[in-house]
């Protein structure tokens, strides 16, 4: 629980007319019991500037929607004076949060603190075309509203991550190299299909954010994300929000040519980041340490067989991970001298290597060091990390609620 001076008054309080100012003032007043739970009104009326009147009234309408509750008194600053407490309602209202992977599907809902309740997971074949896998997500995605509903309240809405770049004002994705999508207008397809408010995002602006709001990054200002998988992304949290750039696509850090004449990527380009430091680079270079794994063709039991290997200080195992650990850094080091953030979060499938590549990428960046600047920017793991896009579509929906509250 945050104290009185730990609380600051960085919520937009309305003026204007009388339905436009209070449907702001209690969005102001939602967000603010969110971000500060719990707090009394006393708190809200003092962060907020609004008069005890206007508070306790917004309150009141709060707790008859169900979105919030009193859990009790807290002892005040002012002797022998005990403040009744108000914190959201987490199993009032839910969230349904879906991530369309390379050849899978995850779909999750969760509470209004970011519980999950329900999981479902399912693989797809490549070859299928986009419009019969985002008829296989709606009809998840409406399955996991139904079991939401029946577990936890109504639902607030629904995320889909998307592994490729998206036009978050139309829906459409734009490119999606991985899953050889362009121009699939997949939020139009989407609504069609499913009756709840639908958002859709990519996977590692969305994974950036759940790390923020819930993880690993949570209540930092500057956090650089970086997913590392089969494919190689990004994104950015500046002054607490996803930073999206003036198309709406930034992130796409691992199409980045960091060797002119290397190979070929999936975008098309040849010499991208993500060919030097992903997950084909790794297998293929363990493959090549150790001859006995080339006809290892499943992916779980070469992650199994890596992870064994570097734990037990094997030198195929240890090799294989400097070989991508490497690249990983120095790619990183450039975006920590444009953006300089506070921290650095590494996610996504290759994030179950975190053990070692992190201390690896670390030593990395430090010999990198330039200006004589004594900070470097921590790498640490993601706290949830391959689900860290499902919990950032869990928040997304979180924040559309609470500044669009439908009360």
């Not at 290397?262 to 090549?288: D, H, I, Q, V």
């Not at 199994?304 to 650990?325: R, V």
């Not at 010999?367 to 689900?387: K, M, Y």
Request: contains cysteine; neutral net charge; charged residues 20%.
């Amino acid at each position: 629980m945050s104290t009185v001076n730990e609380r600051t008054a960085s919520v937009d309080v309305a003026t204007g007319n009388h339905g436009s100012l209070r449907h702001q003032n209690i969005t102001s007043i939602l967000r603010l019991i969110y971000r500060d739970r719990p707090i009394s009104r006393v708190e809200l009326s003092r962060i907020t500037g609004l008069n005890k009147a206007t508070v306790s009234s917004l309150v009141s309408e709060l707790l008859e929607s169900g979105c919030v509750r009193s859990i009790g008194e807290n002892q005040s600053e002012r002797a022998g004076r005990r403040e009744v407490l108000i914190d959201i309602d987490p199993q009032k209202t839910s969230a349904v949060s879906m991530e369309i992977g390379i050849g899978n599907i995850s779909v999750i809902a969760a509470d209004f603190a970011g519980e999950t309740i329900s999981r479902s997971d399912v693989t797809f074949d490549l070859n299928l075309t986009a419009g019969r896998v985002i008829s296989k997500a709606a009809r998840m995605a409406n399955d996991a509203a139904a079991e939401a509903e029946s577990l936890n309240g109504k639902v607030a809405g629904i995320s889909i991550a998307v592994p490729g770049a998206v036009d978050i004002e139309t829906g459409n994705v734009l490119f999606a190299p991985n899953l050889g999508w362009r121009d699939v207008p997949i939020l139009e397809r989407l609504k069609a299909k499913i009756s709840h408010p639908v958002l859709v995002d990519n996977e590692a602006s969305l994974a950036a954010l759940g790390e923020h709001f819930f993880g690993a990054a949570k209540g930092l200002r500057g956090v650089l994300y970086i997913s590392a998988g089969v494919g190689l992304g990004g994104g950015l949290i500046v002054d607490g929000d996803i930073y999206r750039g003036s198309s709406g696509i930034a992130g796409e850090f691992g199409h980045m040519t960091v060797d002119i004449g290397g190979k070929p990527c999936s975008c098309g380009k040849n010499g991208c980041w993500e060919t030097a430091a992903n997950e084909a680079a790794l297998f293929s270079e363990y493959r090549r340490l150790m001859p006995r794994a080339k006809n290892v063709a499943d992916r779980s039991q070469l992650i199994d067989q890596i992870l064994i290997s570097s734990g037990a200080g094997e030198e195929c195992g240890i090799k294989a991970l400097e070989f991508i650990a490497r690249p990983l850094a120095v790619g990183i080091d450039s975006l920590i001298k444009a953006f300089d953030p506070e921290r650095i979060v590494l996610g996504g499938p290759l994030s179950s290597f975190s053990k070692f590549l992190i201390p690896m990428i670390s030593r990395e960046l430090q010999q990198r060091r330039i200006f004589g600047v004594d900070h470097c920017a921590e790498v640490v793991a993601a706290s949830f990390g391959p689900d860290a896009a499902l919990k950032g579509g869990v928040a997304r929906v979180i924040r559309s609620f609470l500044r669009t509250p439908a009360i």
